[in-house]
């Protein structure tokens, strides 16, 4: 079994940074692609940033410049750091993860989500 755990979501101010981490834990072999993605009130989920195991990363055009994703593949973990919010960054973040288990079997995951609220 695999769980992703996400942390640092909250409430953030127009202009400012916030930084989302998340941690896979399990029966895990490697980890290919991770990403962060986003849904809003009444919106589909969008993927907001992605990166390869190799670091090739990208992104949303809507976060471009703004946004950075990052990954330690040691501690099993990606990030994304956030700046320059807007309130339309308000949204649910989700951590996603292709996951290839000590059993070979491949298979992606989802966290359970972080609430970030970027207010006026």
């Known amino acids: 079994q695999v769980q992703l755990v996400e942390s640092g979501g909250g409430l953030g101010q127009t202009g400012g940074s916030l930084r989302l981490s998340c941690a896979a834990s399990?029966?895990?072999?490697?980890?290919?692609?991770m990403g962060w993605y986003r849904q809003a009130p009444g919106k589909p989920r969008e993927l907001v940033a992605a990166?390869?195991?190799?670091?090739?990363?990208n992104y949303a055009d809507s976060v471009k410049g703004r946004f950075t994703i990052s990954r330690d593949n040691a501690k099993k973990s990606v990030y994304l750091q956030m700046d320059s919010l807007k309130p339309e960054d308000t949204a649910v973040f989700y951590c996603n993860a292709d996951v290839w288990l000590l059993s070979t079997a491949r298979r992606n995951y989802w966290g359970q989500g972080t609430q970030v609220t970027v207010s006026s």
């Open positions: 399990g029966s895990i072999l490697s980890i290919g692609n």
């Open positions: 990166i390869s195991y190799g670091g090739t990363t």
